[in-house]
């Protein structure tokens, strides 16, 4: 396992080699959806896990951009 810091459109990881992504309070920040899920989708095995956390209890409350 790694963290890594990279922007959601070009992550730059290596194609088909991650079997687990998660995703915590992301999406509501980024403006071209398509391009974040086509590189999530690149870099995920086929058999792997997407998980995604958009809302915490924290921040239920904030409005969504």
């Given amino acids: 396992m790694f963290l890594s810091k990279r922007t ?3 992550s730059q990881i290596e194609a088909v080699s991650d079997d687990l992504l998660l995703e915590r309070v992301l999406i509501h920040h ?5 391009a974040y899920f086509s590189e999530s989708y690149r870099i995920l095995q086929s058999n792997g896990h ?3 956390q958009e809302r915490t209890l924290e921040n239920c409350l904030f409005p969504i951009r």
């Fill in 30 to 34: 980024l403006d071209d959806l398509n």
């Fill in 50 to 52: 997407y998980l995604i």
């Fill in 8 to 10: 959601a459109k070009d």
